[in-house]
């Protein structure tokens, strides 16, 4: 493992790399999966993934500029999203990657979706977990936060405490079949990340990313993508994921059944083995032995 701190304009970004080859020298094009968190957690939600892919993967995880070692938002940031491309970006010249698998949650998948619009030739592949290209309602597009739902949250980030602010945050997203006692651990640890990020960067999310429309960019993303839709998901509902395998060219579509918005944590090992058959098709065939068929 060796982990460090990495200059991006106005900033630094926090990152770790784990697994064969640790030391930060090149692999092989499908050799490194890049982790992308979203809001409001940051790189140790993807614990479980770093320990499945540890053996097999180079496996980069970083912290999004806001969130947890890295550097706050600039002041009076607009363009979050231009933000965290221009870094990963960065984090990827850094590293010298070429064409690994980019896996990214919620908002963070938001990120990764531009990313791999803007710079398709930087991708192998693209796993898309409760993403979406746009999270505010519109009059064609009913998925998403109305304006009643944002000025809500913004209520409870203006006026309460962090804590609070997680609970808001956090209650909607775990659901069932997980009870409260298997979900105290993460739920604490997803606590402690969102105040790690704190107001500011969570604000940004409702403010400035919730307005982005990147409906359009679909069509530009030429990597293998695979989408993956939470069926309890209130955030991001499944409509979004068929929107997104409609439109981007070479799509693939698993719903998750059962599970909430963090999947990746509450489902890890259902989650881990989809993305693994991504990235390295395997057959698993179960015949009968030959003195059984009749």
């Given at each position: 493992m060796h982990e460090g701190h990495l200059d991006?304009?106005?900033?630094?970004?926090y990152y770790r790399v784990d697994g064969p080859d640790d030391d930060g020298s090149r692999d092989g094009p499908a050799d490194t999966i890049v982790w992308m968190h979203g809001l409001p957690l940051n790189g140790r939600a993807w614990y479980a993934q770093v320990e499945h892919f540890r053996g097999r993967f180079r496996n980069v995880t970083f912290d999004l500029r806001g969130y947890g070692r890295s550097s706050r938002l600039p002041a009076e940031c607009t363009g979050v999203t231009d933000l965290y491309v221009s870094d990963?970006?960065?984090?990827?010249?850094?590293?010298?990657?070429?064409?690994?698998?980019?896996?990214?949650?919620?908002?963070?998948?938001?990120?990764?979706?531009?990313?791999?619009?803007?710079?398709?030739?930087?991708?192998g592949k693209l796993v898309v977990i409760n993403g979406s290209p746009k999270f505010r309602r519109d009059r064609d597009w009913p998925f998403g936060f109305?304006?009643?739902?944002?000025?809500?949250?913004?209520?409870?980030i203006d006026s309460q405490d962090l804590a609070t602010i997680a609970k808001a945050l956090l209650d909607p997203?775990?659901?069932?079949?997980?009870?409260?006692?298997?979900?105290?651990?993460?739920?604490?640890?997803?606590?402690?990340?969102t105040q790690q990020a704190g107001?500011?960067?969570?604000?940004?999310?409702?403010?400035?990313?919730?307005?982005?429309?990147?409906?359009?960019?679909?069509a530009r993303i030429t990597a293998p993508t695979l989408i993956l839709s939470s069926s309890l998901g209130r955030e991001v509902p499944a409509g979004v994921a068929v929107y997104m395998r409609e439109r981007i060219a070479d799509a693939r579509l698993?719903?998750?059944?059962?599970?909430?918005?963090?999947?990746?944590a509450t489902q890890a090992n259902l989650v881990n083995r989809l993305i693994e058959q991504f990235i390295r098709p395997s057959c698993d065939v179960v015949a009968p032995p030959a003195e059984a068929r009749p």
């Open positions: 991006v304009e106005g900033g630094t970004i990963l970006k960065t984090l990827f010249g850094h590293l010298a990657l070429e064409q690994p698998v980019l896996v990214a949650h919620a908002s963070g998948a938001h990120g990764a979706l531009r990313f791999a619009a803007e710079a398709p030739g930087l991708l109305d304006q009643q739902a944002v000025d809500a949250f913004l209520h409870v997203a775990m659901q069932e079949p997980c009870d409260a006692a298997i979900l105290a651990p993460l739920r604490a640890l997803y606590t402690e990340m107001r500011d960067t969570i604000r940004a999310f409702f403010t400035d990313i919730s307005l982005d429309d990147d409906r359009e960019s679909l698993v719903e998750l059944p059962g599970t909430d918005h963090f999947a990746f």
